[in-house]
């Protein structure tokens, strides 16, 4: 008899697909830090390729994104209220910063522009459901809330306008406060149990001090932003952010080490993010604050991150692999 039809994976690829978490959009998150840090450390060939990649997979879970709004919208309303909902404004300022620091200005105003509307709509979503003792998703409060501040403050130093920086400011103390309010919901037992978005616990306050980062190049750049009482404090303020955020970072990787997770889970792309923005931020805290022995480790960290990237890569490639064989 002739083999099968190859219509059976198919469908299963379509189950899986259509099965899949929001937390998938991690996947968009991790792969375009990793896109900044390469930039940063002077890999444009690679750098590139991956903003290529995270771009893709952006277009595709927009794409999935409508579709389930439209078609589905009891399921949207119920997985927008998860904080994984959030992946979708804090994806869409991640990749809106590596446009506008290739000088895609258009293209990241619009993707600015996106996020502003869907960031207060999945917020309030989010908050609503809040309860006590919540997985590491928690913090993507924060995480998106200062995604706008980053890409706000990133497109104003490139364009201009003084408003956007100073609503950049806003946002980014806004989002210590809800860093502060996630955390009293966090089960601080996920450090042993997570299967990977634990470590967003670390990198909230890593894109918190990427953030602030950006916000003193700002004033570099005009310095009649705010007064340098201001300026001193934004600047303490950021450094203890990054050191909060390397404490996170030595403290998760101990626990992994005592409690290894070594199956692949979506989750892990959750891990790979926090690695990432850990090694951006110090890069551009290094660069920012003139503490140039820092740009060693964040290099070091930004290799890390890269390796975990390809060990996360290989366990998602297997997965889709598994769905499309049935």
């Known amino acids: 008899m002739p083999d099968t039809p190859d219509k059976p994976d198919t469908a299963s690829?379509?189950?899986?697909w259509a099965g899949r978490p929001p937390a998938?959009?991690?996947?968009?998150?991790?792969?375009?830090?990793?896109?900044i840090g390469l930039h940063l450390t002077d890999h444009e060939a690679l750098s590139r390729i991956a903003?290529?990649?995270a771009s893709l997979a952006w277009l595709g879970l927009a794409a999935d994104f409508v579709v389930r709004l439209m078609r589905d919208r009891e399921r949207w309303t119920r997985q927008a209220g998860t904080p994984a909902g959030l992946t979708a404004v804090a994806a869409s300022t991640v990749l809106g910063t590596r446009f506008s620091e290739l000088g895609w200005q258009g293209l990241a105003e619009a993707l600015l522009a996106l996020s502003a509307v869907l960031w207060p709509i999945l917020l309030l979503a989010v908050v609503r459901h809040w309860r006590h003792?919540?997985?590491g998703?928690?913090?993507?409060v924060c995480v998106a809330t200062q995604g706008l501040s980053v890409l706000g403050s990133t497109i104003a130093t490139a364009v201009g306008p003084d408003w956007l920086t100073h609503a950049a400011l806003v946002l980014f103390w806004l989002g210590i406060v809800l860093y502060g309010v996630s955390f009293a919901h966090f089960d601080l037992w996920e450090v042993k149990r997570g299967a990977g978005d634990h470590w967003v616990a670390g990198g909230a306050l890593g894109i918190s001090a990427l953030a602030g980062a950006k916000l003193v190049a700002a004033h570099h750049v005009?310095?009649?932003l705010w007064n340098?009482?201001?300026q001193g404090v934004l600047r303490a303020t950021t450094g203890a952010l990054l050191v909060l955020d390397l404490a996170w970072y030595c403290v998760l990787l101990v626990t992994e080490a005592a409690w290894p997770r070594p199956r692949y889970d979506v989750l892990r792309w959750s891990t790979v993010f926090p690695m990432g923005m850990t090694a951006v931020s110090a890069l551009s805290v290094a660069a920012v604050l003139g503490v140039s022995w820092l740009r060693g480790p964040g290099q070091v960290l930004l290799w890390f991150a890269v390796a975990a990237w390809l060990a996360v890569a290989a366990g998602a490639a297997l997965a889709v692999r598994a769905a499309a064989r049935g």
């Open 228 to 230: 340098d009482d201001d």
């Open 24 to 35: 998938a959009g991690a996947a968009v998150l991790a792969t375009g830090i990793i896109s």
């Open 13 to 16: 690829f379509r189950g899986w």
């Open 133 to 135: 003792r919540m997985a």
């Open 51 to 53: 903003l290529v990649l």
């Open 222 to 224: 005009n310095p009649y």
């Open 137 to 140: 998703g928690v913090f993507l």
